[in-house]
């Protein structure tokens, strides 16, 4: 569901015609892929109180579609001034640990697993015990810990 286009079902389910309501929550109950709990032809006050929970939904939708297009929550960003009386040294490893928070940072975002030998990066690797053709243990490794000797054994 796009925000977007629940906003553009407000006015007709607001609407004092009641064949254009009906209309609009036609379209919601496809839009939503669900019944929204709207009644074209319900009371006023009923009316109202089911658009009022549409505009929350709607609400925590920008929310979402902000917090993924806008950045992620404690990430700083680089601050050009800060930068300024830095010696090049200085500035190049400011810049590495910012680049190693967005990692972390973007890994949780996109639902991946911290590495279970250093917990800071994210997992990339996933490497199985099977025994008897069934898996018995699973660990997950970023790369530089999977490279590590002795980390491919039992888990």
């Known amino acids: 569901m796009r925000p977007k286009d629940l906003e553009a079902l407000l006015p007709g389910l607001e609407s004092a015609d009641a064949f254009a309501r009906l209309e609009a929550e036609r379209r ?36 979402r579609s902000r917090a993924r297009r806008g950045g992620f929550p404690g990430l700083a960003a680089v601050d050009l001034k800060a930068l300024q009386g830095m010696s090049p040294q200085e500035m190049e490893g400011h810049l590495q640990e910012l680049l190693g928070k967005a990692q972390v940072v973007a890994a949780a975002g996109h639902g991946r697993p911290r590495c279970q030998g250093c917990g800071k990066r994210p997992a990339t690797v996933e490497i199985v015990e099977v025994r008897s053709r069934r898996a018995r243990g699973v660990k997950r490794l970023c790369d530089p810990c999977a490279a590590a000797p002795g980390e491919s054994k039992e888990t």
């Open 28 to 63: 919601l109950r496809v839009l939503l892929s669900r019944d929204a709990g709207y009644r074209w032809d319900a009371a006023p006050a009923d009316r109202a109180a089911s658009l009022d929970r549409l505009r929350k939904r709607l609400a925590e939708e920008a929310k």
